[in-house]
């Protein structure tokens, strides 16, 4: 179907490319010379009130769709075609998918504190390092506040919020629940899980503004320590090697490690029995020295490395076969 706009531009080409008059090129092309005469209208003029209410509430309501929009427009009183509307959200190109992007709530700042006892704040954090073989797993640290004691780090390839759960509902039987969970805005602290376990043990979640890490400065200087002395310093093959080492780290963290600025009346160390899981052998070999850098080196290889050999060895049975 040809449009008369288009009809127009073919009229025009016939009578300025052509000796043709106005009048056989209407006939040849099949539109009246009133409509040749006539000016078009200005669709941008005159759909300008839809285009205006179109774009309000796909501003306030990125994820409708057609039919949500046009059932909004007639309940706020706007009576026009769903045709025309029609053609207006696809001309604005509303018909594709759109992306909205994560908002955050904004958080109130809260102070940073140390509790004169335990069991009042948690902190937690995640983070993330790779085995030998490249695959990428995470730990889930928990710290006690009042003491700075490490209470867990669980170990995994995926840490959803049912894992986070488990981890906490573990802490809670061992030392009681605390009063206050302090987190950033990651998604597994924000699901819906989350937040009625806490509101049914009455706990507190404190969150940190978005993009403040040091607002949760007791675990991310606790992720530090864990960082260098374990992950850095260490390959890993398994998530099982992970876990033998991590244990007895967190062991010697809470008995042994001096603490750099010890507080007046706040416990230096915490008893190991507390935190010795039944059936866990303590076993692995840590590196030391002028190693760590190489081995910091060695493990940001070790993703783009593994999939290179990945690659040659399938080139290898092509060629055999």
């Not at 056989?24 to 209208?41: D, E, N």
């Not at 102070?111 to 983070?127: E, G, K, Y």
């Not at 190991?272 to 060695?298: K, M």
Request: net charge positive; with cysteine.
């Amino acid at each position: 179907m040809v449009t008369p706009s288009a009809k127009r531009q073919a009229i025009a080409h016939l009578v300025t490319a052509h000796p043709l008059s106005v009048l056989r090129a209407c006939q040849a092309v099949r539109l009246a010379r009133a409509a040749w005469y006539r000016p078009p209208p200005d669709r941008l003029l005159r759909d300008g009130p839809v285009i205006d209410a179109l774009t309000a509430l796909v501003a306030q309501n990125s994820r409708w769709g057609f039919w949500k929009l046009f059932d909004r427009l007639h309940n706020l009183g706007y009576r026009w075609n769903h045709k025309r509307i029609h053609r207006v959200y696809c001309a604005l190109r509303l018909n594709r998918a759109r992306r909205t992007k994560r908002r955050v709530p904004r958080r109130p700042r809260v102070p940073l504190v140390a509790p004169p006892t335990l069991n009042q704040t948690w902190a937690l954090d995640f983070m993330r390092d790779t085995l030998y073989d490249g695959r990428v797993f995470r730990t889930l640290n928990v710290l006690d506040q009042g003491n700075r004691e490490g209470l867990a780090i669980e170990i995994g390839f995926s840490l959803p919020s049912r894992r986070v759960i488990g981890l906490l509902e573990e802490l809670v039987a061992l030392h009681g629940a605390p009063a206050t969970l302090r987190m950033d805005n990651g998604p597994e602290f924000l699901a819906v899980a989350l937040t009625t376990w806490a509101e049914l043990h009455g706990i507190t979640l404190d969150f940190i503004q978005p993009g403040k890490p040091a607002q949760n400065a007791f675990i991310e200087r606790f992720n530090q320590t864990y960082r260098t002395e374990v992950l850095d310093a260490n390959l890993f093959t398994s998530l099982a090697e992970v876990r033998t080492i991590t244990t007895d780290w967190l062991r010697r963290y809470n008995t042994e490690r001096p603490p750099r600025q010890p507080r007046p009346g706040a416990a230096t160390h915490v008893s190991a029995e507390a935190h010795q899981r039944p059936g866990v052998h303590l076993s692995g070999v840590y590196v030391t020295g002028e190693l760590t850098q190489c081995l910091v080196v060695h493990k940001q290889m070790i993703s783009s490395s593994s999939r290179r050999r990945q690659l040659q060895a399938r080139v290898r049975r092509r060629h055999h076969t």
